[in-house]
């Protein structure tokens, strides 16, 4: 499965939109982009996934680029329960989640 | 639904000992389970696919005889830390497959061990 790159580490405003970047410049034509994120001590929750059109649910969007070498995550406003670690993961269906180092997110009151 | 537990949430025990965790899945069946183990500030890394039925297939670098898989049945996988270390404290996290939806993976809570 391809690798990604984060950002260790991001600030938002409580109420504002968090937007979280992903790379995955080696993305092949079959590999999903998944999001998980971690709360301290408790185990990943899935966000959204996608191929190449842009996804959206009841907890955000995903936005991928064209060429799918990149990604955005979108929590539309950020509250401050959404402080966690966000995961971006490549994938093909039926493999394994690999987990990289993810982003760790803090909203700010 | 889609939920997977862990028991127990967090275990203490001595060095030597043998310790086992279980992962369930409470309403849905999973043929396929994974384990995970995090060490403080680092990310979930996998150590183990456990498939029901047969025999777990594990990560380079993860000792089988130490980290005992079994998933005897579609709900139910037990991972158990034989002759535990103090360097094997860490979070245990399952996840599982629903047969429904295979794209999908339900992790579960975890599973705070502490060896001293």
């Known amino acids: 499965d391809a690798k990604t790159t984060q950002p260790t580490s991001m600030d938002c405003a409580e109420g504002r939109a968090a937007n979280l970047p992903c790379n995955h410049s080696t993305i092949s034509g079959n590999e999903y982009v998944y999001w998980y994120r971690q709360i301290h001590s408790q185990g990943p929750q899935y966000i959204i996934h996608?191929?190449?059109n842009n996804e959206t649910n009841e907890m955000a969007s995903l936005i991928i680029t064209e060429d799918r070498k990149s990604s955005t995550l979108i929590l539309p406003h950020a509250t401050l329960r959404d402080t966690a670690v966000y995961y971006c993961?490549?994938?093909?269906?039926?493999?394994?989640?690999?987990f990289g180092t993810g982003t760790s997110l803090t909203v700010i009151p | 639904g889609a939920v997977v537990s862990q028991h127990p949430s967090w275990v203490i025990c001595k060095s030597g000992t043998s310790v086992k965790i279980e992962c369930r899945s409470l309403?849905?069946?999973?043929?396929?389970m994974f384990w995970y183990r995090q060490f403080p500030k680092q990310s979930l890394m996998l150590m183990a696919t456990?498939?029901?039925?047969?025999?777990?297939?594990?990560e380079q670098g993860v000792e089988k005889d130490k980290f005992l898989i079994n998933h005897a049945s579609l709900t139910l996988s037990t991972l158990t830390v034989t002759s535990a270390h103090p360097e094997d404290s860490s979070f245990y996290i399952c996840?599982?497959?629903?047969?429904?939806?295979?794209?999908?993976?339900?992790f579960g809570p975890g599973t705070r061990l502490t060896v001293t």
């Open positions: 309403d849905f069946q999973a043929t396929t």
């Open positions: 996840s599982a497959r629903d047969l429904r939806t295979p794209d999908e993976q339900y």
């Open positions: 993961i490549v994938r093909a269906l039926g493999n394994q989640f690999y």
């Open positions: 996608g191929l190449k």
């Open positions: 456990s498939n029901e039925g047969s025999k777990a297939t594990y």
